[in-house]
């Protein structure tokens, strides 16, 4: 599932890095549960709340349905 995780966050880092953010990939639990570090821009952002759950999520468990939550480290 690691490598779904990555090819989807492929597809997301352009549009954090149009900002000067990015995310990385910590790690991906046997129970779906992903760890991600928004780093850059958007490791202080007041907004990455927002980026995390409403659109990083979001794109994650449309492109791994076997994910059940991202969290932020």
């Not at 779904?4 to 639990?29: C, F, H, Q, T, Y």
């Amino acid at each position: 599932m690691r490598e779904k995780v990555e090819k989807a966050l492929e597809k997301i880092r352009p549009m954090l890095a149009a900002d000067g953010g990015n995310v990385e990939l910590v790690d991906v639990s046997s129970d779906g549960v992903v760890k991600l570090k928004l780093t850059g821009a958007c490791g202080c952002c007041p907004m990455s709340s927002m980026t995390l759950k409403m659109g990083i999520e979001r794109i994650l468990k449309k492109e791994v349905p076997e994910i059940k939550s991202v969290e932020a480290i």
